[in-house]
């Protein structure tokens, strides 16, 4: 498959209906954070089926030639072509050797001002950014977060998915003490996100979770707070909602 042939597949799959919805359900309308968005209304499933229809042609193999696919697919003004790029480029990552994979990692960090909506950063941070820098230097992240884009914040905290599933906790502890405590980070998609990995450390290791809740519960974002401890027992949950209350007092 070809670009063309993977706009096409698309269109084919596509729902009116469906896309009035999805703008909709990504904030498009003027002032939101996908303001200005265009949606075909395919839904996921149907994009991963194309992806694994692209691989599956032997044609399309090549590094250089996903890559020019890609690259053409995330211009594009329709949000599902994006996304249906950047999951050919995850199934490239996995399918890459270490020195493909240096060259699809910058490619990731050099396009991210069209890694521009949350579902985006989910599905190709946590294996482009994440796995890549498993044994490397993370100060990257970190440079992430500092950033004035809300996608590459958010890119910095979904990329360490991948550590906290090997049970590394130090770098999303340290970045959700940066970007909440430290930043006063204001976006409530950077809120979700961050509870969200806290939600997964504690899901592994419950003391890590409470360590870094019983110094910050009290200064963190609710919305980051609910996140968090939703899988906790109702006593901890409790706990922690009071913290907040009372500091508000």
Same mark, same amino acid.
């Given at each position: 498959?070809?670009?063309? =042939?993977?706009?096409?597949?698309?269109? =084919?799959?596509?729902? !009116?209906?469906?896309?009035?919805? @999805?703008?909709?359900?990504? $904030? #498009?309308?003027?002032?939101?954070?996908?303001?200005?968005?265009?949606?075909?209304?395919?839904?996921?499933?149907? =994009? /991963?089926?194309?992806?694994?229809?692209?691989?599956?042609?032997?044609?399309?193999? #090549?590094?250089?030639?996903?890559?020019?696919?890609?690259?053409?697919?995330?211009?594009?003004?329709?949000?599902?072509?994006?996304?249906?790029?950047?999951?050919?480029?995850?199934?490239?990552? $996995?399918?890459?050797?270490?020195? +493909?994979? =240096?060259?699809?990692?910058?490619?990731?960090?050099?396009?991210?001002?069209?890694?521009?909506?949350?579902? @985006?950063?989910?599905?190709?941070?946590?294996?482009?950014?994440?796995?890549?820098?498993?044994?490397? &230097?993370?100060?990257?992240?970190?440079?992430?977060?500092?950033?004035?884009?809300?996608?590459?914040?958010?890119?910095?905290?979904?990329?360490?998915?991948?550590?906290?599933? #090997?049970?590394?906790?130090?770098?999303?502890?340290?970045?959700? +003490?940066?970007? @909440?405590?430290?930043?006063?980070?204001?976006?409530?998609?950077?809120?979700?996100?961050?509870?969200?990995? @806290?939600?997964?450390?504690? !899901?592994?290791?419950?003391?890590?979770?409470?360590?870094?809740?019983?110094?910050?519960?009290?200064?963190?974002? /609710?919305?980051?707070?609910?996140?968090?401890?939703?899988?906790?027992? &109702?006593?901890?949950?409790?706990?922690?909602?009071?913290?907040?209350?009372?500091?508000?007092?």
């Amino acid at each position: 498959m070809d670009t063309d =042939q993977i706009r096409i597949a698309l269109r =084919q799959v596509a729902s !009116k209906d469906k896309a009035i919805i @999805l703008a909709r359900f990504f $904030k #498009t309308g003027k002032g939101e954070y996908g303001e200005g968005d265009k949606f075909l209304g395919v839904i996921v499933p149907e =994009q /991963r089926k194309i992806v694994r229809r692209y691989f599956s042609d032997k044609m399309s193999s #090549t590094v250089k030639h996903t890559l020019s696919v890609v690259r053409e697919l995330l211009r594009s003004n329709y949000h599902e072509e994006r996304l249906t790029a950047l999951l050919i480029l995850v199934e490239l990552f $996995k399918k890459s050797g270490e020195k +493909e994979r =240096q060259l699809l990692f910058d490619f990731y960090l050099e396009s991210l001002n069209y890694v521009n909506n949350w579902d @985006l950063v989910d599905v190709s941070a946590p294996t482009i950014v994440g796995m890549y820098l498993l044994d490397k &230097d993370p100060s990257v992240l970190f440079n992430l977060a500092s950033s004035g884009h809300l996608w590459s914040r958010r890119v910095a905290v979904l990329a360490t998915f991948a550590f906290i599933k #090997t049970g590394r906790y130090d770098e999303i502890l340290s970045l959700a +003490e940066t970007i @909440l405590i430290d930043k006063k980070e204001s976006h409530d998609l950077m809120h979700k996100a961050i509870g969200w990995m @806290l939600r997964e450390v504690g !899901k592994r290791d419950r003391g890590a979770l409470d360590s870094f809740l019983d110094r910050f519960a009290a200064s963190m974002p /609710r919305t980051a707070l609910r996140y968090a401890i939703e899988k906790l027992p &109702d006593a901890a949950r409790s706990r922690y909602l009071k913290a907040t209350r009372s500091l508000c007092r």
